[in-house]
């Protein structure tokens, strides 16, 4: 598929999404050099592998360019089979790889991936899959509400045994989300909500460090050197940049004063080094990038393909507005990295192949 063959939504989606990869490209390199030459002598480590996986991700989103998405219906159950497999081997010893206290990552040989983040992809297929099977039955409650409803609490119920509230998080609102927008009667939900509402004031104000990260979002001054010392790096990183930057390559928080810099907190980077510009651009790109998503949703031919592209692209926004509220104090902090910038080489892959899929369904 050419560029002149694209619709103007697929275009302007192409070329917003490029420009996020080429930001990504660049200031993962400027926020992680230094912690990269310092842990592993090589000041382009993390530039290197994320552009091992930024082509990974182009080879497999042209396989997906060429090939009809409907074909995805096909494999929706091995896909759900597959994200199933992939978040129980992430809680199996010696083969789930634990990461700042949960076991994220999976570690094959020489293969590493985090399964939250293609089972929230494979989760999309699938359900929008048997949302489309189940149109004439969509308002029954066993049949047009369970089904969906069950696969979502049972992955989202893996998710949180790693632990991983924020991506549990994302993926049960993607798939209400994609449940509402279908005719499913979200009125059956409500018997739900009477257990589950305890059982999220437990894992949120009953487990330490998340009780701790509440407390120093309310108050993050009230413990400057502990819980509170990551979000207050970001606060000095985004207030020292500024309207218009230091500069690029010239941010003081990178110089391990902010963790995670090339991940989670990369936006506050940009807003150091790009000011306040910079990180209304980048706002700017997501909501223009999520418009266009959107419009592709409604113009879809089919329903399958509407309840794909709402999914992919609901999934997309609704990380980039937790990432951006993390890094600002909006919200307590969050391990979700910002699509198509922070360093992440599965996210990374795994965004690449929705925008040719939204692609692909643009131009069907």
């Known amino acids: 598929m050419k560029l002149e063959d694209l619709n103007r939504d697929s275009q302007h989606l192409l070329i917003i999404a490029s420009i996020l990869v080429c930001v990504g490209i660049v200031m993962i390199y400027s926020a992680s050099s230094c912690y990269a030459y310092e842990r592993y002598s090589d000041s382009a ?19 997906f360019l060429k090939k009809d998405y409907k074909q995805l219906k096909k494999y929706s159950r091995i896909f759900l089979a597959i994200s199933i497999i992939g978040l129980i081997l992430a809680l199996v010893p010696g083969i789930g790889r634990e990461a700042g206290g949960a076991k994220r990552w999976v570690k094959l040989g020489f293969i590493g991936f985090q399964p939250s983040e293609f089972a929230g992809f ?18 029954s ?44 009667n979200m009125a059956y939900i409500i018997p739900f909500l009477i ?15 998340r009780m701790r990260r509440i407390v120093s979002y309310l108050d993050p001054w009230s413990d400057t050197q502990g819980a509170g010392f990551q979000i207050i790096q970001s606060f000095l990183a985004l207030g020292s940049g500024g309207i218009f930057g230091l500069g690029l390559g010239c941010s003081k928080q990178k110089l391990f004063y902010l963790p995670q810099a090339h991940t989670d907190f990369i936006f506050s980077i940009i807003g150091e080094e790009a000011g306040l510009i910079g990180t209304l651009s980048i706002v700017v790109l997501f909501v223009m990038f999520v418009w266009l998503g959107i419009q592709i949703s409604i113009k879809a031919k089919d329903l399958f393909g509407r309840f794909l ?22 919200i307590p902090t969050k391990g979700l990295p910002l699509p ?9 892959i795994f965004n690449i192949i929705a925008v040719a899929i939204l692609i692909n369904i643009s131009n069907s």
């Not at 899959?129 to 039955?137: A, F, Y």
């Not at 894992?203 to 460090?209: G, N």
Request: net charge positive; charged share 10%.
């Open 195 to 209: 257990p589950v509402i305890p059982i999220f004031y437990l894992l949120i104000f009953k487990v330490a460090y």
């Open 309 to 330: 592209a709402l999914g992919i692209i609901t999934s997309i926004g609704l990380k980039a507005i937790i990432n951006i509220a993390v890094s600002t104090g909006a």
């Open 340 to 348: 198509f910038i922070s360093y992440g080489g599965t996210a990374m």
């Open 141 to 184: 409650f066993l049949r047009g509400f369970m089904p969906p409803l069950a696969v979502l609490g049972f992955s989202v119920l893996l998710v949180l045994m790693q632990p991983d509230l924020g991506s549990s998080i994302c993926i049960l609102a993607v798939g209400f989300v994609m449940m509402f927008v279908s005719g499913v």
């Open 45 to 63: 480590y993390y530039l290197k592998r994320h552009m091992m996986h930024f082509l990974l991700g182009l080879f497999l989103a042209n396989f």
């Open 122 to 139: 494979f989760l999309i297929v699938y359900i929008a899959d048997i949302l489309d099977r189940k149109q004439p039955v969509i308002r």
